[in-house]
């Protein structure tokens, strides 16, 4: 049974920064295509970014520059590197997951398997 489970959320001043990690089991981690997605009250879900199995890289316009995605195939291990938080980064962020290539790695609807999220708050 696939399982995500997210990790490092907290509360941190704009400006800050914070590494947000997804722990997967029960599947063959190397293999799949992972992202990172984050949801704010009365938001969407949004694309924030993406790793393929290969290590390319896809980022929202948003976070570019600022936030870095990179896994551990050893560890079966996700992660997202947040810097220079901005109060609009505050959200509930998921780790998801899915076995192969997508061809649009911030779009929900490529991944079949999510975590429960960890809260991302930032304040001034």
């Known amino acids: 049974q696939a399982q995500l489970v997210e990790s490092g959320g907290g509360s941190v001043q704009a400006g800050g920064s914070l590494r947000l990690s997804c722990s997967a089991s029960?599947?063959?981690?190397?293999?799949?295509?992972m992202g990172w997605f984050r949801q704010a009250p009365g938001k969407e879900r949004a694309g924030v970014a993406g790793?393929?199995?290969?290590?390319?890289?896809s980022y929202a316009d948003s976070v570019k520059g600022r936030f870095t995605i990179s896994r551990d195939n050893a560890k079966d291990t996700l992660y997202l590197q947040m810097n220079s938080l901005k109060l609009e980064d505050a959200a509930m962020y998921y780790c998801?997951?899915?076995?192969?290539?997508?061809?649009?790695?911030?779009?929900?609807?490529?991944?079949?398997?999510w975590g429960q999220g960890t809260q991302v708050t930032v304040s001034l």
């Open positions: 029960g599947i063959t981690f190397s293999t799949y295509s």
């Open positions: 998801a997951a899915y076995p192969g290539p997508v061809t649009q790695a911030l779009e929900a609807w490529e991944y079949n398997y």
């Open positions: 790793i393929a199995s290969d290590g390319r890289t």
